[in-house]
Structure formats: C-alpha cells, structure tokens
C-alpha cells in the first residue's frame, strides 16, 4: 500500500520515520516542525533529526492535479497553450532570418575569394607567358618555360623563316617509313588474337561518363585523343579554350592546359611522352608537358585558323594546315617551321620546287600523315581532298566527289584505305593503290560528321556526328550505333585491340564504352 504523511495527509516524496512515534513523515515538513517545536507531533515526545530514519521507495509521478474542470479553465488552458505556440514561432522566424543574413554573407565572402583566386591565376598565367619570353630554348624532354617562335603577348608575329628540310631529317624520315613499311608486311593479313569480336563491337555498353572536364558557362568539348599506349588517358578540347588531360583509371583530372584565346580545334596525345600537342582557331599552336600542366612550345605558324594537325611517326615533327590556305611542317622539340607550303602548290619543277598553279589556292579543314609518314592528305573547304608528298613538297593527287566542306580524314593502319568525310553526309573510301573512290557509305539527311578514326588493327572504322557508328571494314556492315550524347559528337577512339571505345560531345561530357 501507498505511504502517507502523517502531517500532510498525501504521499511523500522523501518519505521518512520517526524512531519516537513510528509514524511516516514528510521529510521537508517534519524537518520544520523539529526545527520549531523540537517534539514528534504524535506523541509529543522529544525527537531530534537523527531519530529520522529514511525509507526507500520507488520514485513516484504526482499525477497532475484536475484544472480544467470547467469551460472557463479549458479555454484558458487552450490560450495558454497558443501563447506558447505563437512565442516558439517567433523565436524560430528570428533564427531563421539570422540564419539568412549569415548565409548570404558567407556566399558573398565566397563570390569575392573566388572572382580573387581567378584573377591571381590570371596574372600568374600571364607572368609565366612574360617570362617565357625572356628564357632561352631547352630541349623539350627538360620541361623548361616554351621559347616564344612569335611574341605571345603583344600579338606582334616575327616573320617565320622556312627551314626546309635538311639530308640528315630527310635520311631519318626516309628509314622510319622503311621500318614501318617492314613492320607491316612481317604482320601480314593475320588479325590479332585479342582483337574484339564482331559480336563484341554490337555488345558494347556504356561504362563511364564524366561530364565535369570543362566549363558549364562555354560547353561543348571540340577535339579528342586519347594515350595510344595508355587509353586510360584522355585529352580534350573545348569552346572554353582550355585542354584536360583526364585519367579514366582514377576518375581525376590529371592537367589542366590554360593559354589559347579561342575554342580549341584539335589535340594530340604523345604516343610516347606525357606531351600533349593542341590547335587553336587562335592561329595558334601549343605543346603542353602533362606532369607541371605547362606550356613549354609555342608555335605560331599560321595566320588564321588552325583546323587540322598530325603528328610524324617519328614524334618529333607536326603536320597542321589552316584556313590561311597553307600547310606546314614543324619540328615540335625546336619550334622552328620547316616548310610552309600553299595549297595551290602542285607538281614540283625541275628545280625541285612546288609550282603554283595560280588561282587555286584553297582553304584546308584537315590534315593527316599516312602511317608511314611521307605522305599526308588535307581536306579543303571546296570538296576535295589533296595527297602530297612531303619531301617535295607538290600535291600528288587530288579525290573529288564530296560536295560540302570535307571535315574529316582518316588512313587505315595498312595505308591501303583514306577513309574521309564532308558536310554532304556522306563517307567515301579510297584506294591509294589504285587512286579511286570504291565505297560510299549514304548516311541520313543533314547527318553531321565531325570525326572518322580507324581501330590499330583496320579491321574497324568509326564515326562520331550526329551520333557514333561502328563498321566492319571490307564489308562495310555497320555493327554499332550509339545515340547516348544529347548533342553533336565531336570525337572518337578505340581503346586497345578495339576493346573499347571513347566519344566526346558538345553536351560537354566524354563517354566511354565497352564490351
């Protein structure tokens, strides 16, 4: 049963008892009726504080006492209960909007770090081009601040001397497409073993897409190449000016190349150094290193803007061509141009030099080497596609049929075939050993296509536009369609043995694909 006070008549929250009298008490009480009368007031008997004993009991909730037992006292209970609300509310819109205010300051601290940050990169940018200037030319492989071929930053360009090509250059250009060409007949027709299956081509399936490599601000990514020895590296181009070297293995941005000041046309991959090469509608051409993301060549050969450019076998000299009507020839470790040649050049004269023809002289849109690198072939803006030779400098057959500019080129790794395209919506394959056109691929109505690239085996060739399509070689049969970008695709590239396969687009993101 319940204990009870003696004094209080209720249930005691301190309960204790007297020696004296053997009643239950209310400590605090019976505590104060000692301190006054000094007595247990049951018996009246003499009780002191430590006569008291304490009882343990279980701790109990006095249940609330009835208030609201009339209407009157309900109502009040209800508006004592809204004032409580109403106050919690206040407080609560009083926090927020302090909140708010410190939020917005934070933000705008932010807004300034960042517009601070942006302009000390800017001004350092600039300093390392001033510097450059003032710096003498060391070989590349040393990653030394690039000598200036034409002054960067006052836009001043210094006559380019044509170099020509010397006997030793010649010699080694010659002995590269001999060991090439070697190279190529000891493969013969036998197909890889690893190389990807037909079946394997129409199973891909997308693996990765990664859509933050450039500005959202200026989307669109123009040019893309990949490692040819490591496909795990990608490089790209945009609308933003900017080239990122991206590794796909680890899903980060390796390097960040910063110093064109318009939209980026083309890139190269070194296919043996961490060097990256990038083309501008700048006029412009620069080498990057990939281990500082630093600009360590310049080249400033042409006078508009650089649509096409191809590295040598050799990977020492570059091949660009341009809207100036102009091809050159350059060697990258120096920055010196070779030769600069009109595309109105044609067969040379006795004197071993390119004669003009006069009048003919025609805008280029894309340059290629053939995989033994004495000869190339440029599209121009007028439908058709030159073949020259690179020592003598003449253009050794031209390939009319397109109609529309020719936007891409492509050589097969035999270099039986010259796969090429233009803005007639079609691609057209030629046989340079019989100097005709064999196959025309009939694509669809206003089909765009921005880039046509052979696999290292030539058993595949694929194109990226409106969308990205895979074919057999031979049989031309299309495996693959891929419609995964939202916007023109401007680059592709197999990856090893043809196992996979990389896009870029102008809706900013590079896709990856796989078997």
Known sequence: MAL??????????????????????????????????????????????????????????????????????????????????????????????TARQEL?????????????????NKEVNAAREALATLKPHTPLNNIAPQTMYASETSGETRTALEEGISEEISQKLQEKSASLTQMRKQKGKKIPEDLATVEEIKGFNMVGSHTGLHSASIPGITALDIKSNDTNRILTGGNDKIAVVFDNSKEQIVATFKGHSKKITQVIYHPEEETCITASADSTVRIWSVQVSQQVQFLKIHDSSVTGISLHPLGDYLLSCSMDEHWAFSDIRTGKILLKVSSAASAPTAEGEPHLTGGNSVALTC???????????????????KIWDLKTKSNLANFPGHSGCITSLAFSENGYYLATAAEDSVIKLWDLR??????????????EIKDL?????????????SDVRIYQVKQWDMLKVIEEHSNLATGVRFGTNAKSLVTASLDKSVKIFSV
């Open 453 to 465: 690239v052979f696999d290292q085996s030539g058993n595949y060739l694929a194109c990226a536009g």
């Open 367 to 385: 340059a290629k080497f053939h995989p033994d690198g004495l000869i190339f072939a440029t599209g121009t803006v007028e439908s058709e596609i």
């Open 104 to 120: 917005s300051h934070a933000l705008y601290q932010h807004d300034a770090a960042c517009r601070v940050i942006a302009r000390l």
């Open 434 to 447: 019989k100097l005709k056109n064999f196959k025309t691929i009939d694509l669809e109505n206003k089909y």
């Open 4 to 97: 009870v006070c003696s004094l209080s008549n209720e249930v005691p929250e301190q309960p204790v008892i007297s020696q004296v009298s053997g009643h239950i008490y209310e400590k605090r009480l019976i505590l104060k009726y000692i301190d006054e009368n000094g007595t247990d007031p049951i018996n009246n008997e003499t009780l002191s504080p430590e006569q008291l004993v304490e009882i343990k009991t279980n701790p109990l909730v006095k249940p609330k006492p009835p208030s609201a037992t009339s209407i009157p006292a309900l109502l009040k209970c209800l508006q004592d209960e809204w004032d409580a609300v109403m106050l919690h509310s206040f407080t609560l819109r009083q926090q927020l909007q």
